[in-house]
T-cell receptor
Framework: GAVVSQHPSWVICKSGTSVKIECRSL??????MFWYRQFPKQSLMLMAT?????????EQGVEKDKFLINHASLTLSTLTVTSAHPEDSSFYIC?????????????FGPGTRLLVL | GENVEQHPSTLSVQEGDSAVIKCTYS??????FPWYKQELGKRPQLIID?????GEKKDQRIAVTLNKTAKHFSLHITETQPEDSAVYFC?????????????FGQGTRLTINP
């Protein structure tokens, strides 16, 4: 149980285009989803926390107009990288906290590798 | 906010030996400390966790210790095997108005030499 999927698993796009990444909880409802970014050989950095039906809370230094997050249902959150540039190339990972589950526990998705040319 | 420091950044041990990775945290309100193993290009996988009301927890070859006074916690892997080679991350979580955020350490690249 507690499976989180992401789509796509990898994407290559041209500079200036927008890319949408989906994060789904497959067998549980997620009240909260988290979006992380991981650059090569670095740690996971939290970008934002999203709660179903409300606006996402962004971490300091993360541009909310560039990284649009929508958490429209208890099983789906999306991250849109708008006007992507090469410096946005990274590994984007989501995680989800289960409704009714331990509030500390996060289930991670497999990640989406973004390459902006 | 919370800050987590992890050491060493790389660790190489002989197969069968033990490996120890250490982390310190800054926020005394943190109450949950998970450890993740991440293989190249894959998602982080939870391998063990400990809550602040416990000083030590063990699961087969893996153990975690927590010293709340000193604000540090450690991962111990005994009888290491080649498949233990990966990057390991510690994290600390602080209760904050509902969902707890995880703050990760910088990671330790563990290599097990056959």
């Amino acid at each position: 149980g507690a499976v989180v999927s992401q789509h796509p698993s990898w994407v290559i796009c041209k500079s200036g285009t927008s890319v949408k990444i989906e994060c789904r909880s497959l067998d549980f409802q997620a009240t909260t989803m988290f979006w992380y970014r991981q650059f090569p050989k670095q740690s996971l950095m939290l970008m934002a926390t999203s709660n179903e039906g409300s606006k996402a809370t962004y971490e300091q230094g993360v541009e909310k107009d560039k990284f649009l997050i929508n958490h429209a249902s208890l099983t789906l959150s999306t991250l849109t990288v708008t006007s992507a540039h090469p410096e946005d190339s990274s590994f984007y990972i989501c995680s989800a906290r289960a409704l009714g589950g331990l509030k500390e526990t996060q289930y991670f998705g497999p990640g989406t590798r973004l390459l902006v040319l | 906010g919370e800050n987590v420091e992890q050491h060493p950044s790389t660790l190489s041990v002989q197969e069968g030996d033990s490996a120890v990775i250490k982390c310190t945290y800054s926020d005394s309100a943190s109450n949950y400390f998970p450890w993740y193993k991440q293989e190249l290009g894959k998602r982080p996988q939870l391998i063990i966790d400990i809550r602040s009301n416990v000083g030590e927890k063990k699961d087969q070859r893996i153990a975690v210790t927590l010293n709340k006074t000193a604000k540090h916690f450690s991962l111990h892997i005994t009888e290491t095997q080649p498949e233990d080679s990966a990057v390991y991350f510690c994290a600390a979580s602080t209760p904050n108005q509902g969902a707890q955020k995880l703050v990760f350490g910088q990671g330790t690249r563990l290599t097990i030499n056959p």
